[in-house]
């Protein structure tokens, strides 16, 4: 995945964030407020149900007082006259008047009128808890001697909850003692509820608490509430609020459950602000991740895409320190750094050019080896340097300041958010000034390390041309040549094999460099060998095969140097040609083997490692090219 790609998903995700954050704050903070702002309105309409439902009460207990306070209600409970009843107690009174109940006791109990109308069937109805005749059945309701107000409330009856009101009998003018009671009653019907839903404009049900007609959904959700308790609200789905209240009886029981159905135009036009807020959200993310974007594309990728299509054109070329210059015409980091890295392209051209000459002079000879070395030691930094000037570039965190810079510039942030993001930018700014200004020191000290190198270089220009000669020879001679050339002390360990199956056991090669292989790979092995002796306890004067294979392969000369020493550990397999990597103790060692595989690299062929692990013995392959057969 490309750069901008990345950097184009990374501004991305940063943006789905913060746009998740938004609704998901919109959601827990936002919504909420909106319910709970209906909440609070829930419960004030219910406070004017309830308020609907005293002025019911007061009013009916006006109406009672108006009527125990009358002369007339005076002298029938003493004397009960007929014009009383025919003039005043008839279904017109009560039609008129929206009653449900008249009844007149005397100061005995003793019941003087007593009728239950249903407006219905416009006719005087038998209601058990009022009988038309005897006692009163329920004497907490009568007024006492010194009790003039009687009571009002909620009365549970037989067919329902009563609005009722009572007050003691007694002439307008309350000079006389009173006579009995009255009392007036209205049931909590439809007609009643409707009255009231029209005086609060709200959907009501009032339901008394002994019906078992209440619906489940409605139990459930008063389910456990309390006199005491505030109106209880329940969402009855998204635009619409169940408000509960418990209205008492005279008692103190409850009397009716009361339920009012609102609307939740607050939530409605929040969602849509929300919705509007969040499209705003999106609309401006995706114009400010185009803007981010295409703003990141003009001043870093593009610039650095520049860049580096010309370092892969020149890498890829033949001569890849030669071709066109990287400068880019900028006064930034990026400008800084291609400048910075054509100086060094250029003083490693001058150190190549020098280097070659030096090599042709040199040949094949053995002072190729100290010329390798030395020009190892001093590149080995150089790419080490190069290492560090890349980590420092990525750890730049880039992405990170552009994201804070997309926030800071939408402007959403909180005071203290912002705040910290504008020094988080500052630190950055820091930062990258201070990374700037390493980088630049670490170019120079890689300008410094080419300039080491040429004078690595001039310090061989001493050495005179040689050309590199091959000619054909016979490589069993070679390699006995070559064990002649080990220490006695190695070579008495070692039972030489030789398995050469090459035209006439000859081959085509530089003979002092292939020499020179062999005699390292008969030394290593003779060494392995006499180690495994002397690690085993065997006779020291025993002597160990060294097998030497040679044949020709598809693509060239195979030989083989085979030994049943100590073996070599499957970790060090992959850094034995490593340059100074030895597992011996004397500090001169390690350069053997890396000698060898840098001399027949540059004869066009390769030198590998086989073993099976400690104890199992070693192969080293040595591979020519084709024109070495």
Same mark, same amino acid.
């Given at each position: 995945?490309?750069?901008? /790609? $990345?950097?184009?998903?990374?501004?991305?995700?940063?943006?789905?964030?913060?746009?998740?954050?938004?609704?998901?704050?919109?959601?827990?903070?936002?919504?909420?407020?909106?319910?709970?702002?209906?909440?609070?309105?829930?419960?004030?309409?219910?406070?004017? +149900?309830?308020?609907?439902?005293?002025?019911?009460?007061? *009013?009916?207990?006006?109406?009672?007082?108006?009527?125990?306070?009358?002369?007339?209600?005076?002298?029938?409970?003493?004397?009960?006259?007929?014009?009383?009843? =025919?003039?005043?107690?008839?279904?017109?009174?009560?039609?008129?008047?929206?009653?449900?109940?008249?009844? !007149?006791?005397?100061?005995?109990?003793? @019941?003087?009128?007593?009728?239950?109308?249903?407006?219905?069937?416009?006719?005087?109805?038998?209601?058990?808890?009022?009988?038309?005749? &005897?006692?009163?059945?329920?004497?907490?309701?009568?007024?006492?001697?010194?009790?003039?107000?009687?009571?009002?409330?909620?009365?549970?009856?037989?067919? &329902?909850?009563?609005?009722?009101?009572?007050?003691?009998?007694?002439?307008?003018?309350?000079?006389?003692?009173?006579?009995?009671?009255?009392?007036?009653?209205?049931? +909590?019907?439809?007609?009643?509820?409707?009255?009231?839903?029209?005086?609060?404009?709200?959907?009501?049900?009032?339901?008394?608490?002994?019906?078992?007609?209440?619906?489940?959904?409605? !139990?459930?959700?008063? $389910?456990?509430?309390?006199?005491?308790?505030?109106?209880?609200?329940?969402?009855?789905?998204?635009?619409?609020?169940?408000?509960?209240?418990?209205?008492?009886?005279?008692?103190?029981?409850?009397?009716?459950?009361?339920?009012?159905?609102?609307?939740?135009?607050?939530?409605?036009?929040?969602?849509?602000?929300?919705?509007?807020?969040?499209?705003?959200?999106?609309?401006?993310?995706?114009?400010?991740?185009?803007?981010?974007? !295409?703003?990141?594309?003009?001043?870093?990728?593009? #610039?650095?895409?520049?860049?580096?299509?010309?370092?892969?054109?020149?890498?890829?070329?033949?001569?890849?320190?030669?071709?066109?210059?990287?400068?880019?015409?900028?006064?930034?980091?990026?400008?800084?750094?291609?400048?910075?890295?054509?100086?060094?392209?250029? $003083?490693?051209?001058?150190?190549?050019?020098?280097?070659?000459?030096?090599?042709?002079?040199?040949?094949?000879?053995?002072?190729?080896?100290?010329? @390798? *070395?030395?020009?190892?030691?001093?590149?080995?930094?150089? @790419?080490?340097?190069?290492?560090?000037?890349?980590?420092?570039?990525?750890?730049?965190?880039?992405? =990170?300041?552009?994201?804070?810079?997309?926030?800071?510039?939408?402007?959403?942030?909180? #005071?203290? $958010?912002?705040?910290?993001?504008?020094?988080?930018?500052?630190?950055?700014?820091?930062?990258?000034?201070?990374?700037?200004?390493?980088?630049?020191?670490?170019?120079?000290?890689?300008?410094?390390?080419?300039?080491?190198?040429?004078?690595?270089?001039? =310090?061989?220009?001493?050495? /005179?041309?040689?050309?590199?000669?091959?000619?054909?020879?016979?490589?069993?001679?070679?390699?006995?040549?070559?064990?002649?050339?080990?220490?006695?002390?190695?070579?008495? *360990?070692?039972?030489?094999?030789?398995?050469?199956?090459?035209?006439?056991?000859?081959?085509?090669?530089?003979?002092?460099?292939?020499?020179?292989?062999?005699? *390292?790979?008969?030394?290593?092995?003779?060494?392995?060998?006499?180690?495994? @002796?002397?690690?085993?306890?065997?006779?020291?004067?025993?002597?160990?095969?060294?097998?030497?294979?040679?044949?020709?392969? =598809?693509? &060239?000369?195979?030989?083989?140097?085979?030994?049943?020493?100590?073996?070599?550990?499957?970790?060090?397999?992959?850094?034995?040609?490593?340059?100074?990597?030895?597992?011996?103790?004397?500090?001169?060692?390690?350069? &053997? !083997?890396?000698?060898?595989?840098?001399?027949?690299?540059?004869?066009?062929?390769?030198?590998?490692?086989?073993?099976?692990?400690?104890?199992?013995?070693?192969?080293?392959?040595?591979?020519?090219?084709?024109?070495?057969?």
């Amino acid at each position: 995945m490309s750069v901008s /790609t $990345r950097i184009f998903f990374t501004v991305l995700c940063g943006f789905a964030a913060y746009a998740l954050v938004v609704v998901l704050a919109q959601r827990t903070f936002v919504a909420s407020s909106f319910e709970e702002l209906e909440k609070i309105q829930a419960r004030q309409d219910m406070g004017r +149900v309830i308020s609907a439902l005293d002025n019911e009460l007061h *009013h009916l207990d006006t109406l009672t007082q108006d009527w125990a306070e009358w002369d007339d209600s005076y002298d029938f409970v003493r004397d009960r006259n007929q014009g009383y009843i =025919d003039s005043n107690l008839i279904p017109e009174t009560f039609r008129d008047t929206e009653l449900n109940l008249i009844a !007149l006791y005397d100061n005995s109990g003793q @019941v003087v009128w007593s009728r239950v109308y249903d407006p219905e069937t416009d006719a005087f109805v038998q209601a058990p808890d009022f009988p038309e005749q &005897g006692p009163c059945l329920h004497p907490e309701i009568l007024a006492g001697p010194d009790d003039m107000d009687g009571v009002r409330g909620i009365f549970q009856t037989g067919r &329902g909850a009563l609005l009722l009101a009572t007050w003691a009998v007694t002439t307008s003018l309350e000079d006389a003692p009173p006579v009995g009671t009255l009392v007036m009653g209205r049931y +909590v019907d439809q007609a009643l509820v409707d009255r009231m839903a029209d005086q609060v404009d709200l959907r009501l049900s009032v339901w008394s608490a002994t019906n078992q007609d209440i619906p489940l959904e409605i !139990l459930d959700q008063a $389910r456990g509430m309390v006199l005491d308790e505030p109106a209880r609200v329940a969402v009855a789905g998204p635009n619409r609020l169940h408000v509960l209240q418990v209205y008492p009886d005279l008692t103190g029981l409850p009397a009716l459950l009361i339920q009012a159905t609102l609307n939740r135009p607050v939530t409605q036009r929040g969602n849509r602000a929300m919705a509007f807020d969040q499209m705003a959200v999106i609309i401006g993310g995706v114009v400010a991740l185009l803007l981010v974007h !295409l703003s990141i594309q003009a001043l870093v990728v593009w #610039p650095v895409g520049r860049l580096t299509a010309q370092v892969v054109s020149r890498g890829q070329s033949p001569n890849p320190l030669d071709g066109d210059r990287l400068t880019l015409d900028r006064t930034d980091e990026i400008g800084t750094l291609s400048r910075e890295f054509e100086a060094l392209l250029e $003083r490693l051209t001058r150190a190549r050019r020098e280097l070659a000459q030096s090599a042709h002079r040199a040949g094949q000879s053995e002072m190729a080896q100290g010329l @390798v *070395h030395n020009l190892r030691n001093t590149m080995t930094p150089l @790419v080490s340097h190069l290492d560090l000037i890349l980590a420092d570039l990525r750890s730049a965190s880039l992405e =990170d300041q552009e994201r804070a810079r997309s926030e800071l510039a939408e402007g959403n942030a909180e #005071p203290q $958010r912002r705040d910290k993001i504008e020094s988080f930018l500052s630190l950055a700014a820091e930062r990258n000034a201070h990374l700037l200004g390493k980088t630049v020191d670490q170019l120079t000290e890689l300008t410094r390390r080419a300039d080491a190198i040429e004078r690595v270089v001039n =310090d061989f220009e001493r050495f /005179t041309k040689a050309d590199t000669l091959t000619e054909s020879v016979i490589l069993e001679d070679l390699v006995h040549e070559a064990l002649d050339l080990i220490p006695t002390q190695l070579r008495v *360990h070692a039972k030489l094999d030789t398995q050469i199956s090459l035209p006439e056991g000859r081959l085509r090669t530089n003979p002092p460099i292939l020499l020179q292989v062999l005699v *390292h790979l008969l030394s290593n092995a003779a060494e392995a060998v006499a180690a495994r @002796v002397e690690a085993e306890g065997r006779d020291p004067d025993e002597r160990a095969a060294i097998t030497i294979r040679a044949w020709s392969a =598809d693509q &060239g000369v195979r030989i083989n140097v085979e030994d049943k020493g100590l073996g070599i550990d499957p970790q060090d397999l992959q850094r034995i040609f490593d340059r100074d990597y030895t597992t011996s103790k004397d500090p001169r060692r390690g350069f &053997g !083997l890396h000698w060898c595989s840098g001399v027949l690299n540059q004869l066009g062929g390769r030198l590998t490692a086989h073993s099976m692990g400690p104890g199992q013995g070693a192969t080293f392959t040595i591979l020519l090219p084709e024109n070495h057969v």
